[in-house]
C-alpha cells in the first residue's frame, strides 16, 4: 500500500534551518504533485510547497517562499524540505502528501487538500529561542 513517512522534524532556534523528507512508497509516482502542508497548534492546516513529480515545478506559499526549497530525488523516492531561516511561525507538524491528477492548481502552487490522496504522519518542527 501507499506509504509516506516523514522524517527530519526537531527543535530549532530562530534563524535556523532544518530538511524535512519524505520517503514514497507504494505506488509510482511519477505523474504525482507532492505537498507539504503544515499545522500549528489551535490553528488549520496551512499549505506550505509543492512540487511536480515528472517534471520538479515548485509552488510554495508566500510565507515561505525564499526561505523554503522543495525537491524530488527520483532514486529513492524522496521529498525533501529544506528550512532556511526559521521563525517561530514556523512551528508546528508538517504532512507529506501525494497525489494523481487530475491536479487543481493555480500555475505551479497546488494548495488544495482534495488535490492529494495520501498523507503521511507528520513531523513535529518546533522553532523557539
Known amino acids: 500500500q501507499v506509504q509516506l513517512v516523514e522524517s527530519g522534524g526537531g527543535s530549532v532556534r530562530p534563524g535556523g534551518s532544518l530538511r524535512l523528507s519524505c520517503a514514497a512508497s507504494?505506488?509510482?509516482?511519477?505523474?504525482?504533485?507532492m505537498g507539504w502542508f503544515r499545522q500549528a497548534p489551535g490553528k488549520e492546516s496551512e499549505f506550505v510547497a509543492s512540487i511536480f513529480w515528472n517534471n520538479g515545478l515548485a509552488g510554495y506559499s508566500d510565507s515561505v517562499r525564499g526561505r523554503f526549497t522543495i525537491s524530488r530525488d527520483n532514486a529513492d523516492n524522496t521529498v525533501s524540505l529544506q528550512m532556511n531561516i526559521l521563525t517561530p511561525e514556523d512551528t508546528g507538524v508538517y504532512y507529506c502528501a501525494a497525489g494523481r491528477p487530475p491536479h487543481y492548481c493555480e500555475g505551479t502552487q497546488c494548495k488544495l487538500r482534495s488535490n492529494y490522496d495520501y498523507w503521511g504522519h507528520g513531523t513535529q518542527v518546533t522553532v523557539s529561542s
Open positions: 507504494g505506488r509510482t509516482f511519477s505523474s504525482d504533485v
